[in-house]
């Protein structure tokens, strides 16, 4: 049970982070707004990327051309997969 429990947050975390890789490549090339595809990627990523932005802009981190949040945001749910993982390697 705790391993399918492991396996489970493992690929949550894993589909985070390539819906997270396909909405900065889609930053790159130019897109229609109203693709379905699109604007659910952006409905799942923002939760997690909006934060990172305004601490970036609280800070005056903020570079203008390179939105650094993506990164930070990858990190912290490194960090908190890891944790999470470990933590259930315990119970």
Do not use: C, H
């Not at 889609?26 to 604007?39: A, D, G, M, T």
């Amino acid at each position: 049970m705790k391993q399918i429990l492991i396996w489970s947050v493992s690929k949550f975390f894993s589909i985070i982070y390539i819906l997270m890789f396909v909405r900065i490549a889609l930053s790159w090339v130019r897109v229609s707004p109203y693709n379905k595809v699109v604007n659910t990627i952006y409905q799942i990523t923002d939760p997690i990327l909006e934060p990172f932005k305004r601490l970036i802009d609280r800070f005056g981190l903020n570079t203008g051309m390179i939105d650094f949040s993506p990164l930070i945001a990858y990190l912290v749910l490194q960090f908190v997969e890891k944790l999470i993982i470990r933590t259930l390697w315990l119970i």
